[in-house]
């Protein structure tokens, strides 16, 4: 059993930066490609991006590409997404999640119900 904690979230204004971590313990990290995903009030959780077991790929949601970037340090056991350039249309509850699905193509990552664990939330506000 994987548990993940979420951790870095706050209030920024639009066009300041903020950095999500999830600390994963439980299982062996690496054997985990992990993602982030996003939901606000009345809406389905929405994918903003994945990396695969060993890092090697990356994949994002339009909205944030070229913003956010995400990564992992296995020898931490931990993935963050660093969030740039935030808009109020970044406002939301941030989810990091890990599926034991073990592929190259990160694509293939961004529904979520291809994760197996998930972290509490860290909520994610930015004013204009």
């Known amino acids: 059993q994987v548990q993940l904690v979420e951790s870095g979230g706050g209030l920024v204004q639009a066009g300041g930066s903020l950095r999500l971590s999830c600390a994963a313990s439980?299982?062996?990290?690496?054997?985990?490609?992990m993602g982030w995903f996003r939901q606000t009030p009345g809406k389905e959780r929405e994918f903003v991006a994945c990396?695969?077991?060993?890092?090697?790929?990356?994949y994002y949601a339009d909205s944030v590409k070229g913003r956010f970037t995400i990564s992992r340090d296995n020898t931490e056991n931990t993935v963050y997404l660093q969030m740039n350039s935030l808009k109020p249309d970044d406002t939301a509850v941030y989810y990091c999640?890990?599926?034991?699905?073990?592929?190259?193509?990160?694509?293939?990552?961004?529904?979520?119900?291809?994760?197996?664990?998930w972290g509490q939330g860290t909520q994610v506000t930015v004013s204009s």
């Open positions: 999640a890990a599926t034991r699905t073990r592929t190259n193509i990160p694509v293939t990552l961004t529904t979520a119900t291809k994760y197996d664990y």
């Open positions: 439980g299982g062996t990290f690496s054997n985990y490609a």
């Open positions: 990396i695969t077991w060993s890092g090697g790929s990356t």
